[in-house]
């Protein structure tokens, strides 16, 4: 299949966008999917292709939040090897079932994240009390984060926030740094699946590369220096934005 500069040109910019958004808030997926899907890709050739582009920005973000010492490398250590199990058999999963299923249970969610940030009054950069050991959540929960983000993905990113968030007490420009990790993870062993059983449209993969890094280097820079007064504003209006998107082009 062939495209055209100007299609291109347009996916760079997309990506550009969802490199921000999605080291910010999460949720880039939701932006680069749609667009690999209209450009002509099938869903699944998109999905695959999105772990290539996205790989590079969360890439970047995390290693932008590593070198600024925003990570606490051993203590993730097991929530990173459990994200990348996970990641690997929704890879798996992905290929043996229909994932525009779980379209159905987007919007839900979005505006479930939406609503966690717009109404609670701890979302801050402040720590605070874990209803939830590391080691526990790395047990549990990081897998099923990785699963989902391996067999779908869009809207992961705002997931291991809130997450962190909720059951291990993180501040939000912590949450949102050591998610950027996990989130790495799960799109490179998604990634990895999908090189050796997926497919993979490698010209529009490489163009969104460049505009994830791009977009993802001014996010990280932004999560540190703003905090929770970026971070807040910008996941309601990317996730009930989002969820208006896919009301109105799946159910209306």
């Known amino acids: 299949m062939e495209f055209s500069i100007e ?28 667009a690999m899907v209209l450009a002509g890709l099938s869903p699944a050739t998109a999905i695959a292709t999105n772990k290539l582009q996205g790989s590079s920005g969360t890439f970047v973000a995390a290693l932008y939040f590593i070198r600024k010492g925003a990570i606490h490398k051993k203590a993730i250590k097991l929530s990173v090897i459990m994200t990348f199990l996970g990641a690997i058999f929704g890879g798996w ?10 379209i159905l249970i987007l919007p839900l969610l979005l505006v479930a994240i939406g609503l966690y940030f717009l109404f609670s009054p701890k979302v801050k950069d402040e720590d605070r009390k ?16 990785g699963l989902y983000d391996g067999f ?30 996990l ?22 993969g490489i163009v969104m590369m460049l505009g994830q890094v791009l977009g993802s280097f001014v996010g990280a820079k ?7 007064s970026i971070i ?15 009301i109105w082009k799946n159910f209306l």
């Open 152 to 181: 779908f993905g869009p809207g992961t990113g705002s997931l291991m926030a809130v997450s962190f968030m909720t059951l291990c007490g993180f501040g939000a420009s912590k949450a949102t740094a050591h998610a950027k990790v």
């Open 130 to 145: 874990a209803r939830m050991r590391l080691s526990v959540f790395s047990l549990t929960i990081a897998p099923l984060l």
């Open 93 to 102: 999963l992905l290929l043996q079932v229909r994932a525009e299923y779980l």
């Open 183 to 204: 989130n790495f993870t799960s799109n490179f062993a998604a990634l990895l699946y999908f090189l050796l059983f997926g497919h993979i449209a490698w010209l529009i």
């Open 7 to 34: 299609i291109l040109l347009i996916l760079f910019l997309v990506a550009v966008v969802a490199g921000w958004v999605d080291t910010i808030a999460g949720g880039g997926g939701l932006l680069t999917i749609p």
């Open 222 to 228: 932004m999560v540190l220096s703003k905090g929770a």
């Open 232 to 246: 807040r504003p910008i996941v309601v209006t990317v996730c009930f934005v989002m969820a208006i998107q896919v």
